[in-house]
């Protein structure tokens, strides 16, 4: 498997490219985060789309790097935002790789817009907009990742 590190640097310009397609696709009346990955590009997206209600959609998916696990909902989004079947939403996440994440989401709301920052070749066709596309069988390392500074997360060491 390939590694590709992205820099805070990198991912702001990327995150902000996607905020600049966005623009001709919107308007926007609200946000969903998908968390966790959605979250540090859906507040760079909201900033420069001046939306300010935002929900989380809170998945759990991948077990280990590279391996896939089911995907697990842990909270749905608010009544009010569900409502149309999600017209006028735009769902933003970090990537999109088996894209087995966005066919959840688009059962849920098949009028939202789904972004991504990123996308393999399977999850990028079920995408409305991501910005670059990577390999397969690359595995992207965010600046928030674990990877990068070997550290455990703080929620760890205060166990
Ligand atoms: P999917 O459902 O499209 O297979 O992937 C959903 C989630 O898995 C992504 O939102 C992301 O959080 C995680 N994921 C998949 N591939 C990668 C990767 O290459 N790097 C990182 N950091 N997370 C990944």
């Not at 989380?56 to 149309?84: D, H, M, P, R």
């Not at 994440?101 to 409305?128: E, F, N, S």
């Amino acid at each position: 498997q390939k590694a590709f590190h992205v820099s805070w640097d990198q991912f702001h310009r990327d995150a902000r490219a996607l905020a600049w397609r966005l623009s001709a696709s919107g308007p926007f009346s609200s946000m969903i985060a998908v968390t966790r990955g959605g979250l540090v590009p859906a507040a760079i997206v909201a900033r420069e789309l001046d939306l300010r209600l935002i929900d989380t959609f809170c998945v759990t998916s991948y077990v280990a790097e590279g391996v896939q696990g089911e995907v697990t909902v842990l909270k749905g989004v608010a009544a009010e935002i569900a409502a149309g079947a999600g017209a006028g939403v735009l769902v933003v996440d970090d990537l999109a790789d088996t894209g087995a994440t966005v066919k959840q989401i688009r059962a849920l709301l098949p009028k939202a817009h789904i972004a991504t920052v990123y996308a393999k070749p399977l999850g990028g066709p079920l995408v409305d907009t991501y910005v670059t596309e990577v390999s397969q069988d690359t595995w992207i390392y965010f600046p928030w990742d674990l990877g990068l500074s070997f550290q455990a997360p703080i929620a760890d060491a205060r166990r």
